[in-house]
């Protein structure tokens, strides 16, 4: 039990300050990955969908109100808390959709006082068959809630849908689109325009197109998560999204590509100044990415993007032919809002202002793949090739975008396992792809003699039973992982100036959190060791 201190107050209106730890158990301490709740003071409101009514005051659970619109309209809307925050407790149970507030606007929570949504039976044990719209807010944490897609729920929706917000908190939740028949959202998680979004040990599956797509959202982190089952990619970071960390997630079932890095924004939707690529400062790292039609992971248009240390398996299965990876030009376009596609690249934007003019045009620089494992077991492969590396392209002279547009400037690739295909197996470098002879980084020379591919088919534990650890003693350990360099700094565009970053590449512990040393292996685990019970997976 946590402690939690009562001001002298009407019992309608009990604070209470409390020390949140993860739902999901153990302390913060134990998990630098999270994101620090701290001590916010706290006032509760409960919510109770058998035994609540909207006539009660919310106060305890006794007096428990029925319906979370009730208990969000408790929350004062149109100013910055500073005196409570708000909990809303919401009991076990199911809360019909109509139950729910058709949009959550303009609650803007602090740090010392945020406005909590809270599965007070355990993670899971509020079950919302509806979704959720929420717009303008702040400090928003959404804790162990479960959100349920009933059969023809929700087509075209988003199970979550986050706009303009900033500081928010999934943790320990589940997101299931999928009807029992088909998957309804058209995303399960859709975030736009937003500031530090934190998803922690959360569920995220079910999507028509994408399981996770954010859009010009800044800051944050996506870790210790399962994105699964989606029609499209699975988990994509585009329009300008930045400093967004990507770390010891599962991410599978995915119609097309696991990571995606950039993708293809409207310019009217981005925000100054990340108004160039469609992706800056991100680091993928730790993940296990397995069972893709397309590439394992992508860029496409990103800038200064780490992906290192994961572990890719059965991914480029497309009978259509796919990568293991791929890097390739952002597609960029100016949607309709032609009034504000001029004033984006008025600023220094990149990008048409003519209102359904487009094309993959958005340059990558310095993305660097490091000590990951791409593993087809041998009855599985990529049909034409390991990698996939778009030739340079030449945008138009009214985007202000450079010319001509590469996808592999200051690309790395080294230190990685590849196991696909047979032993000559082409690498993916032809007459007008990128990575050609002499470049520094990906030539066909420097991929044969920094990677080990198609030497020896990785020992993992059991990956058909989702133990992607290395075997002990197995032939993992005979490769050592390469030193990833800084990035370099100094060469983003100069107009607007965007923050500079993280130029640091170290990865210091595993999935596992385990320390990694200067001789450990590549992939997302350092060594085998006992796992703790599984989550069941969904679907």
């Keep these: 039990m946590k402690n939690i201190a009562l001001r002298s107050r009407p019992i309608w209106a009990f604070i209470f300050t409390i020390l949140l730890a993860p739902t999901g158990g153990g302390a913060l301490g134990m998990n630098p990955r999270l994101y620090d709740i701290g001590g916010p003071t706290l ?3 409960w919510v109770d969908p058998s035994r609540g009514n909207d006539t009660n005051s919310g106060a305890s659970r006794t007096t428990a109100l029925r319906t979370l619109a009730a208990g969000w309209g408790l929350v004062p809307g149109g100013t910055t808390l500073a005196e409570t925050g708000y909990r809303i407790q919401l009991a076990g149970g199911d809360y019909p959709a109509v139950s729910l507030p058709e949009w959550m606007n303009n609650r803007r929570g602090a740090f010392h006082f945020p406005i909590i949504l809270n599965s007070a039976d355990g993670r899971h044990a509020a079950r919302l068959h509806g979704y959720l719209n929420i717009s303008g807010s702040s400090y928003i944490y959404l804790l162990g809630l479960a959100i349920v897609t009933d059969r023809g729920y929700g087509g075209g929706g988003n199970a979550v849908h986050l706009e303009g917000c900033d500081h928010v908190l999934l943790r320990d939740c589940k997101l299931d689109g999928f009807d029992g028949q088909r998957n309804q959202p058209q995303e399960t998680l859709k975030a736009n325009q937003c500031r530090e979004l934190y998803v922690e040990g959360c569920d995220i599956g079910g999507g028509e197109w994408m399981a996770l797509d954010y859009v010009a959202v800044q800051g944050g982190h996506i870790v210790d998560s399962r994105i699964h089952d989606s029609g499209d990619d699975a988990l994509v ?10 770390e010891a997630n599962e991410v599978y079932g995915a119609g097309s590509i696991g990571l995606v890095v950039g993708q293809g924004t409207g310019l009217e939707y981005m925000v100054s ?8 400062d991100c680091k993928l790292v730790n993940n296990v990415v397995h069972n893709t039609a397309n590439a394992g992971a992508g860029v496409r248009g990103g800038y200064n993007i780490l992906i ?8 480029g299965l497309s009978a259509a032919g796919a990568p293991l990876f791929l890097t390739a030009q952002g597609p960029r376009s100016c949607d ?9 690249q008025s600023e220094g934007g990149w990008g048409p202002t003519i209102a359904g003019q487009g094309g993959e045009w958005i340059p990558n620089r310095n993305v660097f793949v490091y000590n990951n494992i791409l593993f087809n077991p041998s009855s599985f492969r990529t049909l034409y090739s390991h990698f996939s590396f778009a030739g340079p392209v030449q945008p138009p002279a009214a985007t202000s975008i450079p010319s001509p547009s590469v996808s592999d400037q200051n690309l790395k690739i080294a230190g990685n396992i590849i196991w696909n295909g047979p032993a000559n197996h082409p690498l993916g470098i032809d007459a007008g792809t990128g990575c050609q002879p002499g470049h520094s980084g990906c030539s066909e020379t420097r991929l044969r003699s920094d990677n080990q591919i ?29 030193s990833i360099p800084n990035f370099p700094g100094g060469d983003r565009p100069s107009r607007p100036a965007v923050p500079e970053g993280v130029l640091s590449n170290a990865v210091p512990r595993d999935a596992d959190q385990t320390a990694r040393t200067s001789t450990d292996p590549p992939g997302a685990y350092v060594r085998a060791k006992p796992r ?8």
């Design 308 to 315: 290192a240390y994961n572990t890719f398996y059965k991914v």
């Design 237 to 246: 970071l585009k329009g300008g999204s930045a400093g967004i960390r990507v």
């Design 454 to 482: 198609n030497v020896f088919e990785p020992q993992l534990l059991n990956p058909e039973k989702d133990d992607f650890r290395p075997a002990p003693g197995g032939n993992v350990f005979q490769a050592m992982a390469f």
């Design 43 to 45: 006032r509760d409101i």
């Design 273 to 280: 100044p990340w108004l160039h690529y469609e992706a800056y």
């Design 532 to 539: 703790s019970p599984a989550r069941p997976r969904s679907r």
């Design 336 to 344: 309709g809002d032609e009034a504000a596609c001029r004033t984006r």
